[in-house]
């Protein structure tokens, strides 16, 4: 509109200046008048392109993104706040483009809350654009929400080397791959869903032919008896310090095979010979690593249990071993900092601020799900997801 505009008064303008009768002025101040009047013309059409330009360039709704932000308090020492550059589509998101005025990306980060509110959006990720001087949001519709079941289907199972679909976000599919990040540490209070997140997890290992081992001390009675059929299920200590060091010899054997085939990791190793990955898992950890009210005999046999996941966690990546570990205790003690600090991918479902600090390093899971909720997640890239569920009884 503005575009048509524009060019109906260029039009105008240049229909009047024909009509002036610069001949009937003195003759010679007709010449200097004529270049005066076109001169002045051409001033104002290269203004009036340069204002239009500025509209068509500015997105549509701009100067009230920039006031909800200055409600919120997004703004510098200066009192000014983030002007949006431009907006565009990619993939499933809408991408906003921020000149940030000096304000920085924690800063960002830390109000994304009342950024969404504001604004009438999720906001799926924050990130600098190509260089400092921009902030990108990627976001979706605040009218947008999660389903509040979603059904496993078998056809959702991906087809890439040993990468495990979790649930839907808002911005598609939240997806881990075991070749990259060898390790997955889950957390949630009682009834958020975490041992269902963890099912699903194990039950795409075992769809992938994977050799899974779970820690049960519940006597297994967690897992129906589809999972004795597929998996070995250990429920008492010595026996399960006993599969934790055939584990580690197998790490210790496959760096020997791998070293003399030339291989560096299993990925490759797999191109000429056989080998399948190995899974230890955890429904809760906290009841195998707990040493409270124990013996000295008991300590020292749990010290060699924890002594046996923490070479895995340090060097189980290239080899093809991986530790998924689940937790519902807020204790910071149960896990040693080897075997934590090795463990890349975190996803914490409803629980309180020490359990989040736990898991996520931060208290985001906390405030981000609500109390009530059930298989709903947040990893540790600040990712709100729907966990699939499905159903046990598989084959």
Known sequence: MAAAVYIVLVVIGWNFLQTIPFENRYPFLAELSRLSFYFAYII??????????????????????????WRVGLTNHAGENPLLIRKYSEKNAVVMEFEPCGIPLKEWQDKKERIETALNIHILKITHGKNRKRILLHTVSGE????????????????????????????????????????????????????????????????KEAEVYIADFKGGVDFSPAWHQHCKIITEETELLDVLTMIVEELENRKVLFRESGCANLTEYQKYHDAKRYIFACDEVAEVLDKTGLSKEQKELVTKIENKLSVIARQGR???????????RPDANILSGQIRNNIDYRVCGRADNVLSQIILDNADAADQIPKDAQGLFLNHEGTVFRAYLFDEEWK
Not at 48 to 69: E, Q
């Open 44 to 69: 104002i059409v290269i203004v009036g392109a340069s204002m239009l330009l500025v509209i068509l360039g500015t997105p549509a709704g701009a100067r009230k993104i920039h006031d909800n932000l």
């Open 144 to 207: 947008q929400d999660l389903p509040d079941i979603l059904h496993w289907k078998d056809t959702e199972l991906s087809k890439k080397d040993f990468e495990l679909i979790l649930g839907q976000s808002f911005g598609g599919k939240v997806k881990v791959n075991l070749t990259k990040v060898p390790h997955i540490l889950l957390g949630g209070s009682t009834g958020s869903g975490k041992s269902v997140l963890l099912k699903l997890i194990l039950m795409q290992c075992l769809k």
């Open 318 to 328: 290239a080899f093809g071993i991986h530790l998924i570990l689940a937790t519902q």
